[in-house]
Nanobody
Framework: QVQLVESGGGLVQPGGSLRLSCAASGSIFSIGAMGWYRQAPENQRELVATITSGGSTNYADSLKGRFTISRDNAKNTVDLQMNSLKPEDTAVYYC???????????????WGQGTQVTVSS
């Protein structure tokens, strides 16, 4: 099995910063894309950012310039640096990874349990 464990969420004031981290562990052969999605109350889950194993990134248009995604392939981790946070960034943030598991064909999509980010004064 594969687990994704997120950390780093919390309460921050508008204009502040937070860094989210996610570590993948388990029966991993390799990991393709990793990323972050978020879901606010009564909204659908939406893309925040993704990053390939080669380092190519993709961001939601509205978040470019404020959020930065990075990963460490050796450690199977992905981070999200969030700056200039706004109240509308309040959501549960979910880590994602597309994983090739040892001994199994094909790739599987895995999600973390989510971490709450609240931006409020």
């Amino acid at each position: 099995q594969v687990q994704l464990v997120e950390s780093g969420g919390g309460l921050v004031q508008p204009g502040g910063s937070l860094r989210l981290s996610c570590a993948a562990s388990g029966s991993i052969f390799s990991i393709g894309a990793m990323g972050w999605y978020r879901q606010a109350p009564e909204n659908q889950r939406e893309l925040v950012a993704t990053i390939t194993s080669g380092g190519s990134t993709n961001y939601a248009d509205s978040l470019k310039g404020r959020f930065t995604i990075s990963r460490d392939n050796a450690k199977n981790t992905v981070d999200l640096q969030m700056n200039s946070l706004k109240p509308e960034d309040t959501a549960v943030y979910y880590c994602y990874a597309r994983v090739w598991r040892r001994g199994l064909p094909g790739a599987y999509d895995y999600w973390g349990q989510g971490t709450q980010v609240t931006v409020s004064s």
